[in-house]
């Protein structure tokens, strides 16, 4: 009987007080600003050479992985696809690229933010037709009517001159905004 009442009393000061505050949800694994540095370029696209009206492909460009990888689909219009994987490393604060398109071979890109531009560079075996190595840089640029420039130069001298290689305008795809 005493148990019983005791067990009572417990139950109506339990209920009496206020439940423990809820412990605030974990931060988001990579929410950093390094790791949202280039959250521009995701969207649905279709990608323009800069300056014409005519696309040349459709570009899905995707956050994956509780936001720690972002990927892209290329779809050109006329030629083979390929798509990327991106991430942070926040132990050098770089970007990392992986491309890998319809032909064999990838390609390794690393680089960051500067300014407002993402800039990533990497050694691509035959860019310039066979046994024609060159260095390239990806200057990803957001502009302010919501589009992104992807501008693209080579060096086959080990970055000592360049040459524009393609420039590319990323539009967003506008059936999907509606």
Same mark, same amino acid.
């Given at each position: 009987? =005493? ?39 995701v ?26 990888? =972002? ?5 050109p ?7 990327? /994987?991106? +991430? ?13 398109? +319809? ?31 060159? /260095?390239?840089?990806? =200057? ?14 080579? +060096? ?12 590319? =305008? ?5 059936? /999907?905004l509606?």
């Amino acid at each position: 009987m =005493i148990a019983t009442f005791v067990a009572l009393g417990l139950l109506q000061a339990a209920s009496t007080q206020s439940p423990a505050p809820a412990a605030p949800p974990p931060a988001a694994p990579c929410g950093s600003e390094g790791q949202r540095a280039f959250d521009f370029w995701v969207g649905e696209w279709v990608v323009y050479p800069n300056g014409s009206d005519k696309p040349v492909a459709r570009s899905t460009i995707e956050r994956l992985y509780s936001g720690c990888a =972002i990927r892209e689909n290329w779809n050109p219009f006329q030629g083979g696809s390929g798509g990327s /994987l991106n +991430s942070f490393d926040p132990a050098t604060g770089r970007w990392h690229q992986t491309w890998v398109g +319809s032909a064999s071979g990838r390609v390794e890109f690393e680089g960051g933010k500067a300014g407002a531009q993402m800039v990533l560079t990497g050694y691509w075996a035959g860019v310039g037709g066979p046994e024609k190595d060159g /260095l390239v840089r990806m =200057i990803y640029t957001p502009n302010d009517d919501g589009s992104v420039r992807q501008f693209g130069e080579v +060096s086959y001298d080990h970055g000592l001159k360049w040459e524009a290689s393609f420039d590319f =305008i990323y539009r967003p795809h506008k059936e /999907l905004l509606k």
